[in-house]
């Protein structure tokens, strides 16, 4: 098939116009009308992830955050600047997913929903037709404060979790926004959440919750790893036939020191 048929296929499912005002998904970098050799599926584009895709025979890059986040003024050997001309020199057509998959019905939230067993979902912020900004959902069975930060370190895969202390009750109500989801907080209390979780809550943030509501930092990366079994399903639905590689490379910039 053609890169245009797989890109179409993406964006039935996460249509361009969900994406924030701030955002910029969609097509990055080469052309759509090739016959797609294979999709190489990431987090983050870096240097590496574009040798990986010229390694493995992918003429075609998914990723979840846009390699082209703000308007480039030249093409160097800078970061950005070469990892597009590598791309360009190697056919590879780069493509990302970002907010619009975020704020699609079925989409990072929901994964991460179900991840963690939520049920009865919705979305936070609702927009329209069953997509919106988080999600919120309950426990069939309401879990200790301590037991689900435990069970979120470990599906998560996270060198350490912030909250910001004990609230004193069990955690039945959940609401979730994978990446940098702080500004639901207060859609959070509002629909009677329990605990809210996402990948960043910067430190003036946590003031003003005790009691109210858990609030639970995982890290960005760590927030949105699934993201890339989410693009992997919908490709392999629509295209069974479509080579399709979840990267092997680490994207996440931060390190943790444990001693």
Avoid: W
Avoid at 43 to 63: F, K, P, Q, Y
Avoid at 178 to 202: C, P, R, W
């Amino acid at each position: 098939m053609k890169i245009r048929e797989i890109i179409d296929a993406l964006e039935r499912f996460a249509p361009l116009p969900l994406q924030d005002d701030y955002d910029n998904s969609g097509l990055q970098v080469g052309t759509t009308g090739t016959e797609a050799s294979g999709a190489l599926l990431c987090l983050d584009v870096t240097r590496r992830v574009v040798d990986e895709a010229i390694e493995s025979g992918c003429n075609l890059i998914v990723s979840h955050h846009p390699l082209l986040f703000r308007p480039l003024q030249r093409l160097t050997d800078d970061n950005v600047g070469s990892i597009v001309m590598d791309a360009v020199k190697a056919d590879i057509t780069i493509y990302a997913c970002h907010t619009n998959l975020d704020n699609a019905a079925h989409g990072v939230n929901t994964k991460i929903a179900g991840i963690l067993g939520l049920t009865k979902t919705r979305p936070l912020d609702m927009h329209q037709d069953g997509n919106g900004a988080g999600l919120i959902g309950v426990f069939e069975q309401p879990l200790d404060e301590d037991k689900l930060l435990a069970q979120i370190k470990e599906k998560f895969d996270a060198a350490c979790i912030r909250h910001n202390g004990n609230i004193g009750r069990k955690i039945r109500t959940m609401a979730i926004c994978g990446g940098s989801g702080a500004f639901l907080i207060d859609k959070a209390v509002e629909q009677g959440a329990d605990a809210f979780m996402t990948g960043e809550i910067s430190y003036h943030r946590f003031f003003g919750y005790n009691g109210k509501i858990k609030l639970i930092e995982t890290g960005h990366f760590e927030s949105e790893q699934f993201t890339v079994d989410l693009i992997a399903e919908i490709l392999n639905d629509e295209f069974p036939e479509l080579r399709t590689i979840k990267t092997g490379v680490k994207t996440n910039p931060i390190n943790y020191y444990i001693e």
